[in-house]
Nanobody, 115 residues
Framework: QVQLVESGGGLVQPGGSLRLSCVASDRIFSFNGGAWYRQAPGTERELVASIGATISAVYADSVKGRFTISRDNARNLLYLQMNSLKPEDTAVYYC?????????WGKGTLVTVSS
């Protein structure tokens, strides 16, 4: 069982930045990559960004050019750097990783973009 724990959420003004972190209990990100999803109230969970073990990152159109996904293999960390934040980015952000048929999720961290 892989444990994923997100951190870094909070309240930020429009145009501001946040960096989310997700720490894994083992090296799942190194071998399998990882992803960030988000879910706003009343909406379905959506993919924000993903990064494979050996392939380039993929981003939702709504965050291209503003968000960057990266990982630190040595520390089992997955990051999401979020710049130029907009009110519509407000959501709970979840870290996810897959190993075989199993998909693992963190409990999420809340990001609120508001003035």
């Amino acid at each position: 069982q892989v444990q994923l724990v997100e951190s870094g959420g909070g309240l930020v003004q429009p145009g501001g930045s946040l960096r989310l972190s997700c720490v894994a209990s083992d090296r799942i990100f190194s071998f399998n990559g990882g992803a960030w999803y988000r879910q706003a109230p009343g909406t379905e969970r959506e993919l924000v960004a993903s990064i494979g073990a050996t392939i380039s990152a993929v981003y939702a159109d709504s965050v291209k050019g503003r968000f960057t996904i990266s990982r630190d293999n040595a520390r089992n960390l997955l990051y999401l750097q979020m710049n130029s934040l907009k009110p519509e980015d407000t959501a709970v952000y979840y870290c996810s990783a897959r190993r075989g048929a199993m998909e693992y999720w963190g409990k999420g961290t809340l990001v609120t973009v508001s003035s």
